[in-house]
């Protein structure tokens, strides 16, 4: 069978991917990848196909652009689809409209909903009492009308929206609700959700239908940049400091590593690795007389989370996932997106702490560093949570799954979404 991945071009959307890509490599299916060619080579294995995403030509005008874009899958003869929950709401509605049995899966927690659990662009707890229960609702109800107005006001979204309940109809499924107020965008509401996350790092969910946790989705053996590891010394604890790869877009990240690097050096036992990207040369200016601080573009971030006694991180759910798998407690300094419903789920389960970034001294980042480093709570979360993690084959029940829905879909002809 040929299956693709539909994915949003970014490093932290991709790699999540690989393994349940590889499982089902090894099972005899073709895979596929859509989305932007340059990135997707540097990062798949050359056995996979790269598609670059479907647009349409210039000028055709949005009915024209959606034909144009659905005879072009179809022509792809996919078995199935997967679609990264990050991609704009119409590749849905194309993939419906070709008639190509479809998933969605998310790179960070499930996006709809819930009647306890908060959106996870928010940093609230989940609900346990009257006042939480409204303030949950209130988030949620906000989401909704926001994204009501964006498909009533942006022209783009508003002939989507009519194009997904038209394919919708023609396949018999109105049965499958439009969330309005889903993070992101509007989306169907029944379609199988895949969550690469141990369902034990969410909050507690009062609805988890069609939403399928399938594990850490942790690549343990992939390819890492070269790193100076002769700078580290094993006599002193090291802390590993890493805004994402997307730290361009956090305005006060300059300021922040400049903070992290007096906090560790103000401490002779303490050793710092940061992985700066595009900010990697003003701060080695900055810096450039310290030795117990290393600045790299990009670092071997497995390897160095093995090492490290503490983390200091922007909360994306990929680096929260691999300082748990190594047992690395968290400083957690969210920027946005689901960074703080990361950082509420660190806290609430405690594997470490949060700390604004924005506004954050040297003096709070080394006492909240030295509070974590002496937390035998955090230390048994940790312990536990890692365990969990390793235990969990989610690759395993994730292709099974997959195998189920598309066999499914193509045994009966009707195309689109899986109806279970």
């Known amino acids: 069978m040929r299956i693709g991945f539909h994915v949003l071009s970014e490093t932290g959307h991709i790699q999540p991917t690989l393994a349940l890509a590889t499982e089902l490599e090894k099972r005899g299916h073709r895979i596929c990848y859509i989305g932007k060619g340059d990135l997707l080579r540097q990062m798949l294995p050359q056995s996979y196909e790269v598609i670059e995403e479907f647009r349409p030509a210039p000028n055709t005008g949005f009915a024209g652009a959606l034909h144009a874009v659905v005879k072009s899958m179809q022509e792809q003869n996919f078995g199935g689809l997967l679609i990264d929950g990050h991609c704009n709401f119409r590749d849905p509605v194309l993939t419906l409209s070709a008639g190509i049995p479809t998933v969605g899966y998310n790179t960070s927690l499930p996006p709809f909903a819930d009647r306890v659990v908060p959106p996870f662009t928010s940093d609230l707890p989940p609900a346990t009492d009257w006042w939480s229960r409204w303030r949950v609702f209130t988030a949620w109800t906000v989401r909704g009308i ?80 070269a790193f100076p590891w002769d700078r580290l010394s094993v006599e002193r604890r090291l802390i590993y400091c890493s805004l994402g790869t997307q730290v361009g877009r956090v305005p006060w990240a300059s300021r922040f590593f400049e903070q992290v690097c007096a906090a560790v050096t103000a401490r002779k036992d303490w050793q710092l690795v940061v992985h700066a990207g595009d ?142």
């Open 279 to 420: 900010l990697c040369d003003p701060l080695k200016e900055v810096m450039k007389s310290e030795n117990r601080v290393t600045i790299v573009r990009t670092a071997p971030q497995l390897s160095l989370l093995a090492r490290a006694a503490a983390a200091v991180t922007h909360g994306g759910l990929g680096t929260v996932k691999e300082c748990i798998w190594h047992r690395v407690p968290m400083l957690v300094a969210p920027y946005g997106h689901d960074q703080p419903g990361n950082a509420a789920r660190v806290v609430y389960h405690g594997l470490g702490t949060t700390i604004k970034g924005r506004r954050a001294t040297a003096a709070q980042i080394q006492v909240a560093l030295a509070a974590m480093l002496d937390n035998t709570f955090h230390s048994m979360q940790l312990a536990y949570f890692s365990k969990r993690f390793r235990e969990n084959q989610g690759m395993t029940t994730a292709a099974d799954l997959l195998e189920t829905w598309f066999e499914d879909r193509q045994a009966k002809r009707t195309g689109g979404i899986f109806r279970g």
């Open 146 to 225: 926001l994204n009501r107005i964006g498909c009533l006001v942006l022209p783009h979204y508003r002939f989507y929206l009519r194009a997904l309940k038209n394919a919708l109809r023609k396949l018999n499924m109105m049965s499958h609700r439009i969330d309005f107020a889903a993070l992101h965008v509007p989306t169907v509401a029944r379609m199988p959700y895949l969550v690469f996350c141990p369902s034990e790092f969410d909050f507690p969910r009062n609805n988890l239908e069609n939403i399928f946790y399938v594990g850490a989705n942790i690549q343990t053996q992939r390819n890492e940049p």
